[in-house]
């Protein structure tokens, strides 16, 4: 079985501040999903060997650590570690394993092409996940690959939902959220209670940096809600 990991591949659309400028810019990079990464691994070395283990759980904390081994049958080999706090991600712990997993396989071969920032130092960027589709390319919907059981978890090397919910559900973190409605001072990074209040009143549930319960949808929508914030505000000027 031969495996095309351009049939695989999404592009990450990344919004960074150009300090310079201070001007939003977007960038788009191909990336290779981990649960694609492992798929191709296992057709090409069915013997070879994928360690993963944590080195640091501190739930107290909320902090995780992994590292991962794998080794071609060739013998090729790579050691990578993926850290991830709790006031990051609600599941840092399998964020964590996902990232070093990735950056593992990626050293040895697997997806080194289509990384995206997986290897360089920096601010954490945004991710919104691309689908290429012929000469052009869309917002992953109905025809996104979907995630096997078990792999529901997996997520992009910056942390983005590598598998949206549903079809109406564009992939979205809650990084991007509150960046797009930072940009339309809605709120800032000093006061950031306008943000989970919002978010709140969504899901009828609190919602909190540490405790974040948000689902694909809900973020979908409070997404449309700051999009109809901004289109209210321009059309009252």
Excluded: C
Aim: glycine share 8%.
């Amino acid at each position: 079985m031969e495996f095309k990991p351009q049939e695989h591949v999404i592009i990450m659309e990344r919004k960074s501040k150009n300090k310079e400028t201070n001007q939003w810019v977007t960038t788009q990079t191909e990336y290779l999903p981990v649960q694609w990464r492992i798929f191709w691994f296992r057709i090409d070395n069915p013997k070879g060997k994928i360690d993963s283990h944590a080195l640091t759980l501190d739930l107290e904390r909320g902090a995780a650590i992994f590292e991962t081994y794998v080794e071609r049958e060739d013998g090729g080999s790579a050691r990578m570690h993926g850290s991830e706090t709790a006031g990051d991600w609600k599941d840092y712990i399998e964020k964590a394993q996902t990232k070093s997993l990735g950056r593992a396989l990626a050293a040895v071969g697997y997806g080194s092409q289509f990384t995206d920032d997986e290897f360089t130092e920096g601010e954490r960027i945004v991710d919104s996940p691309v689908v290429a589709s012929g000469n052009g390319r869309k917002v992953v919907e109905a025809d996104a690959p979907k995630a096997a059981p078990g792999t529901e978890h997996l997520t992009n090397g910056n942390g983005s939902p590598a598998f949206p919910a549903n079809k109406d559900t564009v992939a979205i973190t809650r990084g991007e959220l509150f960046e797009r409605g930072e940009q339309k001072g809605m709120w800032t990074r000093m006061a950031p209670s306008a943000f989970y209040a919002m978010a709140s009143a969504i899901t009828s549930r609190p919602q909190s940096k540490q405790d974040w319960t948000m689902t694909a949808d809900e973020m979908g929508e409070m997404a449309r809600q700051i999009e109809a914030e901004k289109a209210a505000a321009t059309s009252g000027k």
